[in-house]
């Protein structure tokens, strides 16, 4: 029997799977829909100070479509919430109380005074929500304010208003980080010397969608005007799992819990961040794609994958990827590779030969005795897998790990043992190019 049930910082919900923006209309009504079809848990359309913040009344949103019209990548310029502080609260408070087996968190945002802090965290925890999240990611209207991204960039500032909120709560605390900086370790590590509880990952990348070509300004637009967003969907998950990887394995942070969000789709999306070692995965996009019962699908996917591979909890798996994380320096370069095309597989297309010849290393032929047949040079092949990556067909084209003989290309032998970069002869800061040097 698989049990999907998590235990977030003392948060339990029935799955991991929690409603980011919950949701985006951030009805009381929407977020019990939301509870019906299946979701362990909401994070509450992010609250403000009153009077409540005026959104524009056209368009929010703009996309990038696939061929076949798939949502590939979400923009959007709306911000929190624009209905008053007290219905939401009201609401938060009843559905809570309906739903105490779900999972019920808060996302604020107020100005980076300790004052505003002070004074919104009792009236948040007066309703019995289980934990907040604090906003530091928006990178738009809000940031403009001094708010949202404007702090999540300045870690001086995560550690001051996490620290306050640790003074001022008895919740859990979890920092929303922007992807909007250089490197995501030095926010995650001001939250916790802050004392944050947890952080949540990531909030939308700054964007601009395209230009209208007639209009000649950008997409959305506003009585003619555009303005930068937030960039989220399937598009920005390996933005996403790259940073959520750099926080679960950086020293300073290891350990620290983490809410992973950014383009989960599948239940095989968030069996990655898990892996990786989220412990509740954040979805907005896919529920704004395909509605709530999306959710349906994630469970009953996770469940079948988790019975295939023996595991019986979360716990079983989380986390398991992070120690094959590493630097490039560190990759063994003694590994060798070739690809292989299954002839009975291949259709003869020739992107494989085409993608190939003309921007990467010329390994694959057109003809073979005169007829049309794609067989891989070893001679010439890297193994840089870009002929896999182009095939239409799944499967046609394999890498294969080469274990014996002499790799023709390089004339050294298949079975070298493990050397990395920084042991290798040609780097100038390593003993072995030294030693060769004298």
């Known amino acids: 029997m698989v049990d999907l049930s998590t235990n977030f910082l003392g948060i339990r919900s029935p799955n991991p799977f929690w409603l980011a923006s919950a949701p985006p209309t951030d009805r009381m009504t929407n977020v019990v829909r939301a509870f019906k079809a299946g979701w362990g848990g909401v994070v509450w359309k992010t609250l403000g100070e009153d009077p409540p913040v005026v959104n524009v009344s056209g368009p929010r949103y703009g996309a990038i479509h696939g061929p076949d019209r798939r949502l590939i990548g979400l923009n959007n310029i709306e911000l929190i919430t624009d209905r008053p502080l007290d219905l939401n609260l009201q609401e938060?408070?009843?559905?809570?109380?309906?739903?105490?087996?779900?999972?019920?968190?808060?996302?604020?945002?107020?100005?980076?005074?300790?004052?505003?802090?002070?004074?919104?965290?009792?009236?948040?925890?007066?309703?019995?929500?289980?934990?907040?999240?604090?906003?530091?990611g928006c990178p738009h209207g809000m940031s403009e304010r001094g708010m949202g991204s404007a702090v999540g960039q300045v870690p001086e500032y995560i550690e001051m208003v996490a620290r306050w909120c640790k003074t001022y709560t008895r919740m859990p605390v979890i920092v929303k980080l922007t992807p909007n900086i250089a490197d995501i370790r030095h926010p995650a590590r001001a939250a916790k010397r802050g004392g944050a509880d947890a952080v949540s990952l990531i909030n939308t990348i700054n964007s601009m969608m395209g230009v209208d070509l007639d209009r000649m300004c950008p997409s959305p637009q506003v009585d003619g005007k555009?303005?930068?967003?937030?960039?989220?969907?399937?598009?920005?998950?390996?933005?996403?799992?790259?940073?959520?990887?750099?926080?679960?394995?950086d020293p300073e942070t290891y350990g620290l819990p983490i809410s992973a969000i950014g383009g989960i789709t599948t239940w095989r999306d968030a069996a990655e961040f898990i892996a990786m070692g989220a412990g509740s995965v954040q979805v907005c996009t896919a529920a704004m794609t395909y509605g709530f019962k999306v959710v349906e699908e994630m469970i009953t996917g996770l469940k079948t994958w988790m019975v295939s591979k023996g595991?019986?909890?979360?716990?079983?798996?989380?986390?398991?990827?992070?120690?094959?994380?590493?630097?490039?320096?560190?990759?063994?370069l003694n590994y060798v590779v070739k690809a292989s095309i299954d002839q009975d597989l291949c259709i003869k297309c020739g992107r494989c030969h085409i993608a190939c010849e003309d921007t990467s290393h010329q390994a694959i032929t057109t003809t073979v005795d005169g007829a049309r047949k794609f067989v891989v040079k070893d001679e010439e092949c890297v193994g840089c897998n870009l002929c896999v990556e182009v095939c239409p067909v799944e499967s046609c084209i394999t890498l294969v790990h080469q274990t014996e003989g002499v790799d023709p290309r390089t004339g050294l032998l298949n079975n070298r043992p493990y050397a990395n970069w920084t042991t290798h002869p040609n780097n100038p800061a390593s003993a072995a190019f030294k030693q060769a040097a004298e």
């Not at 100005?111 to 019995?128: F, H, M, N, Q, Y």
């Not at 555009?226 to 750099?246: D, N, R, W």
């Not at 595991?311 to 063994?332: C, H, K, P, S």
């Open 92 to 136: 938060i408070k009843q559905v809570k109380r309906d739903w105490p087996d779900r999972a019920m968190v808060v996302s604020i945002m107020v100005p980076c005074d300790e004052a505003s802090w002070k004074a919104i965290l009792p009236r948040v925890e007066e309703t019995g929500a289980d934990g907040i999240e604090l906003n530091f």
């Open 226 to 249: 555009g303005t930068h967003g937030g960039y989220c969907g399937p598009a920005v998950k390996p933005i996403a799992l790259s940073m959520v990887s750099e926080i679960a394995r």
């Open 311 to 332: 595991y019986e909890r979360i716990d079983d798996f989380r986390g398991m990827a992070i120690g094959n994380v590493t630097d490039w320096q560190y990759l063994n």
